[in-house]
């Protein structure tokens, strides 16, 4: 079947299943399925919202059923997963519609027994969900805030030991919103007052982000982003706001030579370029041919000529005997937990394992010191991570300068624009959130070679 739900039920399936992320799933789906409109935002809707909501959704269905949940066949949990979510968000679909749908893909994947479970349990909570007695928030809070915003109790604990109760409930709720699509402008084709115009017909809510000044926001395209002639064209590309804010920090000029060491898909390599308006060197680093192979032709529809991508492990410190020369300028945009970036990314939350911050941390430090010695005397390196959490931000900075006394935080910002430069703290870093900025979590920092 080729509808919404069994395409969403699909891919939340082997979401279970698989260790690849959402981002990538979708990815190889939009390769094989061209959607319409409505039904391309139903399938968007059930797979980001049963994914946001599934704590609160599963503590639904517990209360609901007699059987224990983690007896019940995940391909069932789905189903319930998908109907409950339904019911309880999707206003404009009929009680009777999520229910039948949801059987009938239990009759394929559970037979009539499972039919019959599901029928049984989504009928009961089109009744009595709203009536449920949720956890007393003053009587456990953690475990309160866990099941009625929908995260790993784990997570809430730790946001409640930095942010307290309320800022915790606040940062959840801005998580759980659906965000605006962002872009950057590319503005060795265009400018952003010229693309917010030629874009409107096609968009709602269109308009200029507040801290970049390259960056524009949306909802409700009319088409896919890919399908957009301005997309083809390239005069954007789809970057969220503190990801914009990183390469302003690096400062990267005309006629620079520039390593972005963590390049990826090439969002940031991107943005560099332009800035550098084709003047200069951008080495561009992955470990990943295929990532290295999408990032060449990024960068030839978005007309950008001086980088050159290179195939390596900079985890490794032969990194420093392969000839690379020196950098006036490093990028580590660093692999991290992506924390900062749940709300675009909701399978983060349930993935994720507490240990896995020291292991990024680890990792991280180590990409800084291989780095080190590849920077010109007075040259810069940012750090930056997707991620509000202290083990990948302030304590890897605080163990890298330990280790390097040569290098110090550089909090000379004069050349940033004011609406960058209010974001910077009294240490010189940025660190961003959701609830505060309207934007991913996101760490950075500027270091400098002082020796």
Same mark, same amino acid.
């Given at each position: 079947m080729n509808d919404a739900r069994s395409l969403a039920f699909d891919i939340l399936n082997k979401l279970e299943k698989s260790e690849k992320t959402l981002d990538t799933l979708l990815e190889e789906f939009h390769k094989d399925h061209l959607l319409p409109k409505r039904e391309r935002s139903l399938f968007n809707a059930i797979v980001f919202g049963v994914l946001r909501w599934r704590g609160r959704l599963d503590w639904i269905i517990s209360h609901l059923s007699r059987m224990n &949940?983690?007896?019940? /066949? #995940?391909?069932?949990? *789905? +189903?319930?997963?998908?109907?409950?979510?339904?019911?309880?968000?999707?206003?404009?679909?009929?009680?009777?519609?999520?229910?039948?749908?949801?059987?009938?893909?239990?009759?394929?994947?559970?037979?009539?027994?499972?039919?019959?479970?599901?029928?049984?349990?989504?009928?009961?909570?089109?009744?009595?969900?709203?009536?449920?007695?949720?956890?007393?928030?003053?009587?456990?809070?953690?475990?309160?805030?866990?099941?009625?915003?929908?995260?790993?109790?784990?997570?809430?604990?730790?946001?409640?030991?930095?942010?307290?109760?309320?800022?915790?409930?606040?940062?959840c709720d801005a998580i759980n919103e659906i965000p605006p699509i962002t872009i950057r402008v590319n503005s060795l084709k265009?400018?952003?007052?010229?693309? &917010?115009?030629?874009? /409107? #017909?096609?968009?709602? *809510? +269109?308009?200029?982000?507040?801290?970049?000044?390259?960056?524009?926001?949306?909802?409700?395209?009319?088409?896919?982003?890919?399908?957009?002639?301005?997309?083809?064209?390239?005069?954007f590309q789809v970057q969220d706001e503190a990801a914009q804010i990183i390469t302003l920090l690096l400062d990267p000029r005309p006629g620079d030579s520039v390593l972005d060491a963590c390049a990826g898909l090439g969002g940031k390599t991107g943005h560099i370029g332009q800035l550098m308006k084709n003047s200069g060197n951008i080495t561009a680093v992955d470990l990943d041919n295929d990532k290295l192979d999408r990032l060449n032709r990024e960068m030839e529809r978005l007309g950008i000529t001086n980088v050159t991508g290179v195939k390596d492990n900079i985890g490794k410190p032969q990194i420093l005997k392969t000839g690379y020369g020196f950098f006036d300028k490093i990028l580590l945009d660093a692999p991290c937990s992506n924390m900062g970036v749940i709300r675009r990314n909701p399978d983060v939350k349930?993935?994720?394992?507490?240990?896995?911050?020291?292991?990024?941390?680890?990792?991280?430090?180590?990409?800084?010191?291989?780095?080190?010695?590849?920077?010109?005397?007075?040259?810069?390196?940012?750090?930056?991570?997707?991620?509000t959490e202290t083990e990948e931000n302030e304590e890897v900075i605080k163990e890298f300068l330990i280790k390097h006394p040569d290098?110090?935080?550089?909090?000379?910002?004069?050349?940033?624009?004011?609406?960058?430069?209010?974001?910077?703290?009294?240490?010189?870093?940025?660190k961003t959130y959701p609830h505060i900025n309207n934007m991913d979590g996101f760490f950075s920092v500027r270091l400098k070679r002082i020796k």
């Open positions: &949940i983690k007896k019940t /066949k #995940p391909e069932i949990i *789905n +189903i319930l997963r998908i109907g409950l979510f339904q019911i309880i968000y999707l206003n404009r679909i009929p009680v009777s519609a999520a229910v039948n749908t949801s059987v009938e893909m239990a009759k394929h994947s559970g037979g009539e027994r499972g039919a019959g479970y599901v029928n049984a349990i989504l009928r009961k909570a089109s009744r009595e969900h709203q009536a449920l007695p949720y956890p007393d928030i003053a009587e456990k809070p953690e475990y309160a805030v866990s099941v009625t915003r929908s995260f790993p109790e784990w997570i809430v604990k730790r946001w409640m030991g930095f942010l307290g109760i309320n800022r915790t409930i606040e940062l265009t400018n952003r007052g010229e693309l &917010i115009n030629r874009m /409107k #017909p096609d968009v709602r *809510n +269109i308009g200029p982000t507040v801290h970049s000044p390259f960056g524009i926001s949306f909802s409700n395209p009319e088409k896919s982003i890919q399908e957009m002639a301005e997309f083809k064209n390239g005069c349930w993935k994720l394992q507490e240990k896995k911050l020291v292991q990024c941390k680890k990792k991280q430090l180590l990409f800084l010191h291989n780095l080190a010695d590849l920077l010109k005397p007075s040259g810069v390196i940012v750090y930056a991570v997707c991620s290098f110090g935080i550089d909090n000379d910002m004069s050349y940033l624009p004011e609406s960058i430069g209010v974001l910077l703290n009294e240490r010189g870093f940025i």
